[in-house]
């Protein structure tokens, strides 16, 4: 599996703009960038996903570099509850249903 | 939707002892996915069920575990005998599809053995 590269930790303030950033160099052009996340004591959920062009959804924004190599989950204005660990996973179009974690980054919201 | 269910929440074992950890995937899901997390090793596959069947046990990781999935609306994770390193907290996934882009993950079951 394609390798990816996150911060271990990153801190934000409460209502501000969180960028979490994403390296993935070694990307093959059918892998899919996901990204999850996993609240303290629960399961991970689902954020978002991308191939190539940038996407957006209730929770967040995936801005995706025109070379792919790296790409970074916007969440437009963070709350308390966006205190998590977000994993970034790539995952190849046609395999795969396996999602492979990495150590992730822990994001930290200051009130 | 009540979405994954997994029982039990929290399970306290001896070294030794037989345990089954169980899941309910979501209504209508095919595939099925046993995870484990731990400090050491992170979120890791354990087995991917599809359909109901086996696909991929590559991550179980010895013969004291199983895994089984009699219906399409149950499955169980087996240790036998338990270890103290086999304290982990597993979690269980399902998803419509085999490649479909969203695994919905249970709460997982925090397993101690002592």
């Known amino acids: 599996d394609a390798k990816t590269t996150q911060p271990n930790s990153m801190e934000s303030n409460e209502e501000e703009p969180v960028h979490l950033p994403c390296n993935h160099s070694t990307i093959s052009g059918t892998d899919y960038i996901h990204w999850y996340r996993q609240l303290p004591s629960q399961g991970p959920e689902y954020v978002i996903h991308g191939l190539t062009s940038n996407v957006n959804n209730r929770m967040a924004s995936l801005a995706i570099a025109e070379d792919r190599k790296s790409s970074t989950l916007i969440l437009h204005r963070a709350t308390l509850r966006d205190a998590a660990v977000y994993y970034c996973?790539?995952?190849?179009?046609?395999?795969?249903?396996?999602?492979?974690f990495g150590k992730g980054t822990l994001l930290t919201v200051n009130p | 939707d009540a979405g994954v269910i997994q029982s039990p929440r929290h399970e306290v074992t001896e070294m030794g002892q037989e345990v089954t950890l169980r899941c309910k995937p979501i209504?209508?899901?095919?595939?099925l996915f046993w995870y484990r997390q731990t400090m050491m090793r992170g979120l890791e596959l354990l087995i991917y069920f599809n359909n109901n069947v086996p696909i991929d046990d590559s991550g179980m990781p010895e013969d004291r575990f199983s895994a089984k999935m009699p219906n399409a609306s149950f499955s169980t994770l087996k240790i036998q005998p338990s270890e103290p390193r086999d304290s982990a907290v597993y979690f269980c996934?399902?998803?419509?599809?085999?490649?479909?882009?969203?695994?919905?993950f249970g709460p997982g079951t925090r397993l101690l053995v002592l």
């Open positions: 209504s209508g899901h095919n595939s």
């Open positions: 996973i790539l995952r190849d179009v046609g395999s795969n249903y396996k999602l492979t």
């Open positions: 996934a399902s998803s419509l599809a085999p490649n479909q882009e969203t695994q919905y």
